[in-house]
């Protein structure tokens, strides 16, 4: 292939080829020379050209294939206008010869096809330059048409049309010939001529004018005719032309020469009339004086009517939505009209009426809500309204009319019923789509009344219609749901004696109750129980009057049906009702059935059907919708009436006979109904009946009375998915597929509509929202049986099974001609519907003829003419081989197929076996051998090169593609012949055959797939393999036909996924954007699915590709006008916007998901812009400009604000009017950008940052310099009409607070970015809690409320106030419990309503006493500004205040929430014991749904409850218990005192206990069995609720004195531990497991201390032993609090710390390892671990303590070790301090003391000291040297100080130690790391002082001449640096300490010894001049201490001075210099510099 790649053919490479792969070299030579050609200079393409030309020639006669002439073509022309063009004209001769050429033959056939193409090609690439040899052309290619067979007429067309294109005006001479030749195609019997006829047509009526003008009749008579027979592409073309000429004649200006006065301008009317004329009378000519004569039996053929409705919307799509606006009263009254009286023709049959009603609704549907804006649709619901209106009014008009013998209007009736069903239902789907933005219109109460009054219709069309339209108006407008509910339900009981009203009203009750589950906040619940009265009143009356009966008894089924839907929690309450009046329905007995038989007539059997049939669907109804109920004793209540049911069903064929027609239609709806529910119920409920139903079910199937063939619906769930694709494009989905359907069911069957089955109102639609659309019952009945046969053939006993299936193999023989077809269809697909149950239930077939018959029916349809039945056949073949799963069985079957193939010779066989084989291989994987693989492909290649039958290829190749994909790696070996089989043909199959080329594409995805990853591979067998698959992706793009143009994509994505290298991605993009707008909806799926996979991978190079192609599109294509203007992104925006497929849109909403995810943050501003013109385009102005008037009141600072309202005028964008959804999806897409910069650099949240890097580079891009556009956006969201997006816009409000509330103004400091926003947040929330807000919005809206004031972001309480006031009025409404809240909704919504405000106040709480916390506690962090302090000193008490005026209400009803959560949390078991009337805030019956809303908001509560309750000090009574039982009605808690009876009133305490136990008893529950979707929110607000708990005394003597309960907390705490990894939780834990601690350490105390107290000093020796371990030091697992904390601090430590595990070390001793320092996370917890640990003595008795005491010491001191890290500057690390801090508390512990315990603890004590020595004893660094280099000497040092100060005196005198202890100061004092030094002398200053001689002074005797060395050595080597300077000063301090603590004899010696060296560091003036920095410091530090030292010892000092007269002049000297420089300037800073050094170090080892 690389040799393909050149400018001239590489003839020598091309010679050696074999003939497939020169067609393939050519093809890829072509390719690249269409790029190089692009991309070479004009001059070397001259050169070049002459020899180009001829190769490109003379290829024409080498008989090009179709994709390669097309290639052809477009390089000669590209040639030519880039080279020189003077030969062309040779060339344009060379085409007209060869196609004068006389050669018939068919080789020569793509030659001359060739030529047509190139033709066709250089006139429309260059034009205007050929033009005088056009006439010639165009007559030469015209005279050929006459001749040419359906290929060449097929081409003809298209050159035609380039050639037109080309030409433009220039072409006039020619356009009445096109005209005609073009004519008499679009009649071609070939459909692919039609479509390319209509294409060229279309050209031509550019420049034509007599086309729109003089023959405009014509030309739509003509389009008419085309529709006629025609398949879907032909309908899309010829309607896109019929639209185009028509719109074209409305709008054209005509030229106004005097020449052209004869053209006549054409009226709207005119045209509406032309095509109304098509739509109701077909082709048949414009008789319309002799209209009569079409009175006749004549009906317009479908496929027109189709194809007219097509042109309808492409007409008006033209035309365009603003003139849709303006002209759309007189559109609807002609849309209308076409399905009223005037045109009874159109109307004549029900079948007729259905049909008409669906092509007007789709045309209203498409145009309405494809091409208006919300606004423009909300002026149509007007006209709309109007027009039933006027309809009602005639119809009130006939209605009134009590003259009788005027009853002729009953046709007007009639009349207006289509147009009514019409409207109503576009109004329905309308209203549907706008959603709550539809409000407004609403407020009118005409919209509602003129329907509800159309209810009353005596059409029930009309009134189904009617209440659907109800239904769509309750699902867009959740409000209006009960007040239509209740309004339907009032009239319905007022009218009963009205048959209209009583089925019109339960009609419109049972459609609301359908909207109930798209409604999440629902209906009260006592709705229910009104509708089953109801119900129950209607069945009960229904016998008392005949005239009634029947629709009494339809209503009350049809009610209780509906009912179910409101599934289990509702139904529950009425089951025993419904249960009975199923009983009463049937007969007990078969002898109560006879003589029911006997009596009736057929009025009382009707009536009796359809109650039979009702109870059946209402029982199918609760069994699909309440599945839970459906226990083993409901069951069992259900099954008595089955067999009964079954026995009717037996004898319906006799009744009926008795009672002729009138029972036929109810007989028909009974046996549907029983059957849907018996396929419902599992077959082991009906056994005993299984035969009698099985014969029903095969008279069913074979009766004789059925005409109609309904394969179309019966078959398609038989087969299998994939292979529905090779049979009639109308089972693919497309745009239009609503309208389409109807082709697809023949002309004699109905399409389904509600009327058919009125039950069906309440059920969900599969298809979307629209109507549900059941068939007729005659073939509904059918597909039921067909299913059920399956269920119940595969259950009754094997020998019942033959005589069936022999029963229904005869009645196939014994039928002839069409009703033989339908038997066979019939039998074949129920048999199918057995053998794919058996299949799949892995059940067995049974006996050996069962086989055989089996066989027999399977291989009749195989070879039937009807492709649906061949393919269910084919699935059943399959699914044959698969019950029996038998080897043979299965090869005999494929060989059957392979004989027949053979043999046969007619296209039915070979398509029915073919795919045969294909099934066979997807159900049995690669069923046998290689060689049985082998020959299947071998006969499948052959049928796949038989170019006489399209079909048979197109079944063959889709059956490879089967094989293909089920081989797996067994293919390998035939890829190469198949991939090469597979390019040929797409190389020659002519392109008319599109679903060749589709089954091409299947199969070229399936070797893909097959190939997979090593398609990565670089070897060249696989690069050939690439190559032609890239081949064959280009030829199919290529393709005219969108499916192949979407198999194309698909391949490409594939190959893309396998080996992403070696697909062009620019060339699939700018391909993707080409048909991103494409009106075929599978091609714009493949489309987004390939984009979808792309994105995930690359999305900023699919992004920028797609930007530069439409910047160099020469072509103004809608999708790269709109890449051009809003990039990819922009433009998948927008075909959001319009698209209506939901997979569509979930794929669109993910591409653009991910590339927000990976391109947001480098693309930001083009992001926001994105969503803010999605969000502006429909914001109302009125919105926007409320807030600055506010703003002026409040006199805010308003420039800020305004800058977000007054931008309104920007440039129009290119979002028009977008729907909500869109609007929805863009609000979440700013949340998601938020949350995409989180993750990216701090900048994005830090202003000052920000603009510093924008200065520094205008291209960086940060989300806070967006904040203005982020808070408009929310803003406009949150105060839209749409509820949807309110939520949105309040979410992302939520978002943009928590992110930015932290970011400071640079400008001003100590405020907040945020502030200047306040009113706008306000003007946000505002509208949420107006009165008609819904719950939810106001339950979100309380929630960023709360997290509004939680921000801090407003300091000013005036400010806060007007946020607060929201919540206070919130409070305020929810006061008066679950009764006052609104009853439009479920009484669960106000449940979340309520709870979401006591959330939110209790989140406000929270933050107040934490503010108020702070603030109390003087700020130890020196990083907290003092401007926040400053400001916040109002706030953070003020904040309390603003909470504490409502606390005594919050804290009530919080105390009620929580305990109506600790009811609803309790096991099932408890049901019985749970308040009947439910808690104060939930109802009984709405428990289930209540539960979630709790478990969304208790955590916050319950943290508030604990915080209040704890400021109380559980000592208080509620501060306003008097009032409060004014103010509120108590409710039924235990929490108030004042319980409902008031008999027993509880004293405090007890009131305390019971808060006490609720709290607690919530947490542990709540902590002890987590759920993995627990928040961490709520676990963290549950152990601050804990804390708070024990911050006060008396829960804490609770816990102290309940020592169980302590355990179970630690426990619980424990589990927590090790279940959340998060720190934080774990902190809190630890934080309570101190708590819990410091509680047993209260109570130990005050038990020891009362028992001194009690006994009295003098029996001090019999007093009991307290605290844990008593007398024996046992601990007790399970039963000790301490326990139970050592293994949880045992768990934290070693899980930071694996080390200090010995079973993990292997050895018990501290092993020397590299100390290491932890994440700031772990230090914070050991620490917290280890201030636990210290406490814990103090827990235990004496005895306890030496039990604990080991582990306790192994621990802290492993700590130490394993963290004692060398800082810089000699620091500890937190951990370390920590340790030293816990010995600190250990060592000095009181057991130590303690007379029973102190042996053994100065023991144990003894022993931790030589630990913490040997851990840093050289001898253990023998083998890790370096490790002692990392060890800190200090921490060591620390440490030994630690024990030397902290125990008794005998632990560390023991001379053994004593004497290590002393080295190890020694040793340290010799390292020269100065920072050693210093704190080495630190540490020896304090142990020098203390206080116990025994102890200090072997150290003052070992180690005070180092120290005296050391110092004079410095005096020597004067300090350099100030860490010298530093240990100078220790130095002398140590010294200083030695004289104070010296006895006096030594004392002067003492001194002796310190003064000359102070002396030494004096100096005088001049000197002092001159020194250094250092050397000064010294100066003063000695001159300092000596005037200090001077007077003290003034004797020594005196005979000091005197002795040494150098001292003394060196004294003088410096005392008068000090004078001089105080003279001069303010003394220096010594005095605050020293103390200030002292003093932080002092910090550090405060721990000593």
């Known amino acids: 292939m690389e040799l393909a790649h050149s400018l001239l053919l590489n003839e020598e490479a091309y010679n050696q080829l074999g003939e497939v792969q020169k067609a393939e070299f050519i093809f890829e030579w072509l390719r690249y020379l269409e790029k190089l050609l692009l991309a070479t200079s004009r001059n070397d393409v001259r050169e070049k050209q002459k020899t180009l030309v001829e190769q490109l020639l003379s290829l024409l006669n080498n008989s090009p294939g179709p994709p390669t002439r097309k290639l052809l073509a477009k390089n000669l022309a590209i040639l030519y206008s880039i080279g020189d063009t003077f030969s062309v004209y040779e060339a344009i001769d060379k085409c007209n010869d060869l196609i004068r050429s006389k050669d018939d033959s068919p080789s020569y056939l793509p030659t001359k096809l060739a030529a047509v193409v190139c033709l066709g090609s250089l006139y429309k690439k260059l034009g205007r330059i050929l033009g005088n040899t056009f006439t010639d052309t165009v007559g030469n290619i015209l005279k050929a048409v006459k001749s040419a067979e359906s290929q060449g007429r097929y081409e003809i067309m298209l050159s035609l049309q380039n050639i037109l294109n080309g030409l433009g005006a220039a072409a006039a001479p020619c356009h009445r010939d096109v005209y005609k030749a073009a004519r008499s195609c679009l009649t071609d019997r070939s459909m692919a001529v039609r479509c390319a006829a209509a294409k060229c047509l279309l050209e031509l009526q550019n420049e034509a004018i007599f086309m729109w003008s003089t023959d405009l009749d014509s030309v739509a008579t003509l389009c008419f005719k085309s529709f006629e027979g025609s398949n879907y592409d032909v309908r899309i ?22 020449s052209r006065q004869s053209i006549r301008r054409v009226s709207l009317e005119e045209v509406l009339e032309l095509l109304g004329t098509g739509f109701l009378r077909g082709s048949s000519g414009f008789l319309r004086a002799s209209g009569d004569m079409l009175k006749g039996t004549s009906s ?24 849709l606006e303006k002209n759309f009263a007189a559109f609807l009254s002609h849309i209308l009209s076409l399905v009223s009286q005037s045109h009874p023709k159109a109307t004549q049959t029900q079948i007729d009426a259905i049909c008409c009603r669906r092509c007007v609704s789709f045309i209203l549907r498409t145009t309405i809500g494809g091409l208006l804006g919300e606004k423009a649709q909300l002026a149509v619901v007007k006209d709309i309204c109007q027009a039933i209106w006027k309809l009602k009014k005639v119809m009130d008009a006939v209605m009134s009319d009590g003259n009788l013998e005027t009853r002729v209007g009953s046709t007007d009736v009639a009349a207006s019923q289509h147009m009514l069903v019409c409207a109503l239902q576009e109004l329905g789907n309308l209203i549907h789509n706008l959603g709550t933005t539809a409000a407004p219109l609403l407020q009118d109460s005409s919209l509602l009344d003129s329907i509800l009054s159309v209810t009353l219709h005596p059409s029930i069309s009309v009134r189904l219609a009617a209440a659907w339209c109800l239904h769509c108006i309750a699902v867009a407008l959740p409000s209006y749901l009960t007040p239509l509910l209740d309004c339907c339900l009032e009239r319905l009981t007022g009218h009963k004696s009205s048959p209209e009203a009583v089925t019109g009203f339960s009609f419109a009750v049972a459609a609301l109750l359908g909207a109930v589950k798209h409604c999440p906040l629902g209906i009260p619940h006592g709705k229910g129980k009104i509708i089953m009265t109801l119900a129950e009143d209607l069945l009960c009356s229904a016998a008392q009057n005949s005239r009634l009966s029947a629709q009494r008894t339809q209503a009350g089924w049809l009610l209780i049906a509906a009912l179910m839907t409101l599934g289990p929690a509702v139904v529950s309450h009425h089951l025993a009702r419904v249960l009975l009046l199923w009983k009463c329905v049937f007969p007990a007995s078969p002898k109560d059935l006879e003589t029911e038989k006997s009596r009736g007539d057929s009025f009382t059997w009707q009536v009796t059907l359809e109650g039979r049939a009702g109870a059946l669907c209402a029982i199918k109804s609760f069994v699909s919708h309440c599945g839970d109920l459906l226990t083993e004793e409901v069951i069992q209540r259900l099954l008595p009436p089955l067999p009964c049911a079954v026995d009717l069903l037996t004898q319906l064929s006799s009744i009926l006979k008795m009672y002729g027609s009138p029972l036929k239609t109810p007989s028909v709806v009974y046996r549907q109904r029983l059957y849907e529910l018996l396929i419902l119920l599992p077959p082991e409920t009906y056994e005993g009946n299984l035969c009698a139903i099985l014969k029903e079910l095969a008279a069913d199937l074979t009766a004789p009375d059925i005409q109609v063939s309904a394969s179309t619906f019966l078959l398609p769930p038989l087969c299998h998915q994939d292979d529905l694709l090779i049979l009639s494009p109308l089972l693919q989905e497309t745009d239009h597929r609503f309208i389409e359907e109807q082709l697809l069911l023949g002309n004699g069957v109905a399409c389904g509509s509600l009327e058919y089955d009125p039950y069906l109102i309440y059920e969900k639609d599969v298809e979307g929202d629209s109507v549900p659309k059941p068939l007729p019952p005659a073939l509904s009945v059918i597909s039921s049986a067909a299913k059920l046969f399956g269920v119940v053939c595969a259950h009754v006993g094997e020998t019942q099974r033959l005589p069936i299936l022999e029963q229904l193999l005869d009645s196939i023989k014994h039928t002839k001609g069409a009703r033989q077809q339908v038997v066979q269809l019939h039998v074949v697909s129920s048999v199918s ?17 069962l086989k055989r018959f ?52 007619d296209v039915v066989t070979r398509t029915g076996h073919s795919l045969a084989l294909g099934s066979l291989h997807r159900y049995l994987g690669g069923i046998s051998s290689s060689q049985h693989l082998n020959s299947c492909i071998g006969i499948l290649y052959t049928l796949a090169q038989d170019s006489t039958s399209p079909d048979v290829q197109t079944w063959a190749l889709h059956s490879l593609s089967l094989i293909i994909d089920s081989a797996g790696p067994l293919y390998y070996v035939h890829v190469e012949p198949t991939l090469s089989l597979i390019i040929m043909l797409l190389l020659n199959v002519p392109p008319t055959h599109a679903e060749v080329h589709q089954s091409l594409g299947r199969c070229l995805n399936a070797l893909i797939t097959t190939l997979g990853p090593e398609l990565q591979g670089n070897s060249t067998s696989i690069s050939t393999l690439r190559a032609s698959c890239l081949l064959g992706c280009a030829v199919m ?26 697909v062009n991605l620019s060339s699939l993009v700018s391909c993707l954007c080409v048909n991103l707008y494409s009106p075929y909806l599978l091609l714009r799926r493949a489309v987004l699915a390939c984009l979808r996979q792309l994105v995930q991978r690359e999305a900023a190079e699919v992004s920028e590709h797609a930007v530069m192609l439409a910047k160099d599109s020469r072509e103004e294509l809608t999708p790269d006008a709109d890449i051009r203007e809003v990039g990819l992104e922009g433009a998948l925006l927008i075909l959001l916007d319009k698209e209506t497929d939901e997979r569509l849109c979930h794929d669109i909403k993910e591409t653009l998901n991910y590339m927000l995810t990976s391109m947001a943050v480098e693309k930001l501003s083009l992001w926001l812009k994105l969503c803010k013109d999605v969000l502006a385009a429909s914001a109302d102005c009125t919105a926007i400009t409320c807030v600055d008037t506010m703003q002026e009141e409040e006199g805010d600072k308003g420039d800020d604000a305004s800058v977000l309202t007054t931008r309104h005028d920007e440039k129009s964008h290119p979002f028009t009017n977008p729907r909500w959804a869109t609007r929805v999806f863009a609000a979440e897409c700013v949340c998601r950008i938020i949350n995409q910069c989180e993750n990216a650099t701090s900048a994005h949240f830090d202003i000052a940052l920000a603009q510093e890097m924008k200065k520094k580079d205008s291209r960086n891009d940060f989300l806070v310099l967006h904040l203005a556009d982020l808070i408009r956006m929310a803003f406009m969201a949150a105060t839209d009409h749409s509820d949807q997006l309110r939520l949105s816009g309040l979410e992302m409000l939520l978002v943009v607070i928590r992110r930015f509330a932290t970011v400071p103004e640079p400008e001003f400091p100590g405020h907040v970015i945020l502030e200047q926003y306040q009113a706008n947040v306000g003007a946000a929330l505002r509208p949420a809690f107006t009165s008609e807000t819904p719950p939810d919005v106001t339950a979100k809206a309380c929630q960023v409320c709360s997290a509004w004031i939680a921000s801090g972001v407003v300091s000013d309480l005036n400010d806060l106030r007007r946020v607060h006031q929201l919540l206070v009025s919130s409070l305020t409404k929810i006061q008066a419990g679950k009764e006052a809240l609104s009853h439009l909704y479920n009484e669960s919504a106000s449940t979340m309503e309520i709870l979401a405000v006591l959330k939110a106040w209790a989140e406000v709480y929270i933050i107040a006493v934490q503010r108020h916390k702070n603030h109390r506690q003087p700020l130890k962090t020196t990083s907290c500004l003092e401007d926040s302090i400053r400001n916040g000193s109002c706030s953070s008490d003020g904040l309390l205040d603003l909470v504490y005026a409502d606390l005594g209400t919050l804290s009530r009803l919080w105390l009620a929430a929580l305990q109506d959560f600790a009811l609803l949390t309790l096991p099932s078991e408890f049901a019985s014991q749970l308040p009947a009337e439910g808690g104060a805030f939930y109802t009984a019956e709405t428990s289930e749904n209540a539960k979630l809303q709790y478990y969304n908001s208790w955590a916050l509560i319950l943290h508030a409850t604990a915080l209040w309750l704890t400021s109380t000090g559980f000592v208080v009574a509620d501060p306003d218990e008097g009032a409060s039982d004014l103010s509120r009605p108590v409710t039924p808690t235990s929490m108030c005192q004042g319980s409902s009876s008031g008999a027993t009133i509880k004293s405090p305490e007890d009131v305390y206990t019971d808060r006490f136990h609720l709290i607690l008893g919530i947490s542990v529950e709540f902590l002890c069995s987590l759920r993995s979707d627990a928040t961490m929110e709520s676990i963290t607000a549950c152990l601050h609720a804990l804390q708070a708990l024990l911050d006060v005394p008396w829960p804490r003597s609770k816990i102290g004195s309940d020592q169980d309960l302590g355990i179970e907390l630690l426990n619980v705490l424990h589990r927590v531990i090790l279940t959340r990894e998060s720190p934080s939780i774990q902190l809190a834990s630890l934080e309570v497991v101190r708590q819990i601690i410091c509680a047993a350490q209260e109570h130990v105390k005050e038990k020891r201390r009362s028992a001194e107290v009690d006994d009295g000093a003098a029996e001090k020796e019999t007093l009991p032993e307290f605290g844990e371990g008593k007398d024996t030091g046992g601990l007790v697992p399970g039963k000790s609090l301490v326990f139970a904390t050592l293994e949880l601090c045992v768990c934290i430590l070693v899980r930071q710390l694996p080390e200090l595990n010995p079973k993990l070390t292997g050895s018990p001793g501290v092993k020397a390892r590299k100390p290491q320092m932890l994440s700031e996370d772990g230090s914070r917890l050991v620490s917290a671990a280890l201030v636990i640990l210290s406490e814990l003595p103090a827990v235990c008795s004496p005895e306890g303590s030496i039990s604990i005491l080991p582990t306790i010491l192994y621990l802290t001191i492993g700590v130490l070790r394993e963290t004692a890290v060398k800082l810089p500057g000699g620091q500890l690390s937190s951990t370390v301090a920590a340790s030293l801090q816990a010995l600190k508390g250990i060592l000095s512990s009181p057991m130590a003391r303690a007379e029973k315990s102190h042996t053994a603890w100065t023991d144990l004590l003894r022993s931790a000291l030589t630990t913490v020595l040997d851990c840093w004893d050289p001898e253990h660094f023998s083998l890790v040297d370096e490790t002692h280099e990392e060890l800190d000497e200090v921490s060591l040092l620390t440490a030994i100080t630690v024990f030397i100060l902290s125990t008794s005196p005998e632990v560390t005198t023991i001379p053994c130690l004593q004497k290590r202890c002393i080295d190890k100061f020694k040793a340290t004092l ?4 100065p920072m050693v030094q210093i704190k080495t002398y630190q540490l020896l200053h304090s142990i020098f002082q203390y206080p116990n001689p025994a102890v200090s002074y072997p150290y003052i005797y070992s180690l005070a001449s180092c120290i005296m060395e050391k110092l004079q050595e410095i005096d020597k080597r004067k300090p350099e640096n100030t860490a010298e300077l530093q240990i100078f000063q220790e130095g002398i301090k140590v010294l200083e300490t030695l004289v104070t603590v010296a006895e006096e004899h030594h004392r002067s010696q003492l001194v002796a010894c310190l003064l000359p060296i102070l002396i030494s560091f004096l100096l005088d003036e001049n000197a002092l001049g001159s020194a250094t920095s250092i050397m ?11 005037m200090q030292i001077g007077p003290q010892y003034s004797s020594v000092f005196k005979s000091l001075v005197a002795s040494s007269p150098a001292l003394k002049a060196r004294l003088e000297a410096a005392i008068k210099g000090n004078q001089e420089s105080v003279k001069v300037k303010i003394p220096t800073s010594k005095y605050t510099k020293s103390p200030g050094k002292n003093s932080s170090i002092q910090l550090k080892t405060s721990f000593l």
Not at 241 to 256: E, R, V
Not at 300 to 323: C, E, I, K, M, P
Not at 888 to 898: E, I, K
């Open 300 to 323: 317009v053929s479908r496929d027109v009517r189709v194809g007219v409705t097509q042109a309808y919307v492409v007409f008006v799509s033209t035309l365009g939505g603003a003139w």
């Open 1037 to 1062: 793009q290529d393709n005219p036909d969108c499916l192949v143009q979407a198999q194309a994509i698909s391949c490409l994505q594939q190959l893309h996924m396998f080996a992403p290298r070696h």
């Open 854 to 905: 089996a066989l027999t029916l399977v291989t009749g349809a195989l070879e039937s003419t009807n492709p649906l039945l061949r393919c269910a056949a084919a699935e059943a073949w399959a699914r044959l081989a698969q019950v029996l799963d038998d080897g043979a069985f299965t090869a005999g079957l494929a060989q059957v197929s392979f004989d027949k193939l053979k043999s046969a010779r």
């Open 1976 to 1986: 000064r410091n010294l100066h003063d530090f000695a001159l300092q201490n000596l």
């Open 237 to 258: 073309s010829v309607s896109k032309l019929l639209g185009t000429i028509l719109a074209k004649a409305i709008t054209s200006k005509h030229p106004g020469t005097a």
């Open 1870 to 1873: 010799e390292i020269k790391d």
């Open 833 to 849: 519907s057995f053998l794919k149950y058996v299949a799949l239930s892995k059940g067995c077939l049974g006996p050996e003829e």
